[in-house]
């Protein structure tokens, strides 16, 4: 299917694969191009989460091309993008999950950066249904749990008075590979319902009682497209791009809220404060007010505190500085929440403690 996205997702990837250096520039001086040893591009590697692939995949295009330096982003997960960073076989990883104490203790310092906001969309298929459809957490943790299977149960149909629901299976579809979406999704079962607390619980891979598994948000995607009486969990910009009806979710505040760019920053309010210190780990899930969709969170970068390659480094820090500070308009049209102000100084501080290079040189956002 053609779209924008992908078509940057690819552009990245043919860049990266075109090379242009060798990747082991000079250290780069402030204000300069990061520019290779040959008068090459540097080339940067990272793997990780789909959740944000499709604003990752415009900023590294669009920056790439005005300032030479090529990013090949693999979209494999966030399991995968914390086991390939760990193992030092990319530059950078990205999670919508945080690291465990575990996972952590085996790159020591790394730093867990968020970079946007995202809402993880409840989508479903139900020809002939008019009305969006609306569900609380307890009822939307039974459909995942496998005790409610028909789609005319009464729990659904006390969420949707006045409203004909057929009396057919529900045909649940979630994540097969290790997925921060499926932390996300699954945190916020665990807050709202204690049976599923207690067992599935949270995870990037959980027991599912049953159900579809598909591969990246994008495998979802496509098989709740394709099946009639499903429903799954996705990002939203690949649910707006699939053109998938989205569930209203019952808030805090007792209203259903639909996701969007809007509801997902309001699940962000306040919290600045409580990420002061820069551990940027707080859960956005089931927050309070009234415009608040209830699914939502920030996806990480997971960087390693020191780079051997002073020109990675800094081409690195220039590109993230400069997504976070001028990358919130594709940001918005791809559906994500830039961070809040506050919070985007507290990550521009963190990103500005990578160092480089056998002296440990600090390595600075151009300016």
Known sequence: ????????????????????????????????????????????????????????????SDYGQAHGVQVNYQSIGSGGGIQQVTAGTVDFGASDAPMSAEEEAKVPGILQLPTVLGAVAVTYNLPGLQQPLKLSGPVLASIFAGKVTKWNDPAIAADNPGVSLPATNIAVVHRSDGSGTTF??????????????????????????????????????GAVKQTAGSIGYVELAYAMQNQLSMAALKNQSGAYVSPTVDATAAAAAGVAERVANGDFRVSLNDAAGAATYPIATWTYLLVPPHWNDCGKAQAFVNLVDWALTQGADAARQLHYAPLPDQVREGVRQKLGTVTCGPNNQAVKPAA
């Open 184 to 221: 996300v999704f699954t945190d916020y079962l665990a807050k709202v319902s204690p049976e599923w607390k207690a067992g599935p619980g949270t995870g990037k891979s959980v027991n599912w009682p049953g159900g579809l598994g598909a591969k990246g948000n994008e495998g979802v995607a």
């Open 1 to 60: 299917m053609k779209n924008s996205w992908r078509g940057a997702l690819a552009l990245a990837a043919f860049l990266a694969a075109c090379g242009g250096g060798d990747g082991k520039a000079p250290d780069a001086k402030d204000g300069a191009p990061a520019r290779g040893a040959a008068g090459g591009s540097v080339s940067l590697t990272g793997a990780g989460a789909t959740f944000p692939a499709p604003v990752y995949s415009k900023w590294f």
